[in-house]
């Protein structure tokens, strides 16, 4: 079973940049990984996806986050730049389904996010 921990997250003025780790541990992560959040009294949603055939991103932060992994340290990497008020939420990291969004995989604690304007 993957155990999943994020960190990384904090406090930060619109403009600013944050990056966030998802470490693995107990076995090596799938081949597609996926970062999601969810802010208060909103449903979860997709953020960014990383498989061998790429990256993707949800349209809202297309252009400003940055997925990225290091199979070496069993680590997923989201670099966010240009935050804005509206990507205030916590942060969590899964597996992915192949080909799609869906995560599979047991939800960790999240890393919370607060972008203040």
């Known amino acids: 079973q993957v155990q999943l921990v994020e960190s990384g997250g904090g406090l930060v003025q619109a403009g600013g940049s944050l990056r966030l780790s998802c470490a693995a541990s107990g076995r090596t992560f799938g081949s597609s990984m996926g970062w999601f959040r969810q802010a208060p009294g909103k449903e979860r949603e997709f953020v960014a996806a990383i498989r061998w055939s790429g990256t993707y991103y949800a349209d809202s932060v297309k252009g400003r986050f940055t997925i990225s992994r290091d199979n070496a340290k069993n680590t997923v990497y989201l670099q966010m730049n240009s935050l804005k008020p509206e990507d205030t939420a916590v942060y969590c990291c899964?597996?992915?389904?192949?080909?799609?969004?869906?995560?599979?995989?047991?939800w960790g604690q999240g890393t919370q996010v607060t972008v203040s304007s």
């Open positions: 899964n597996s992915l389904a192949p080909g799609g969004q869906t995560a599979v995989g047991s």
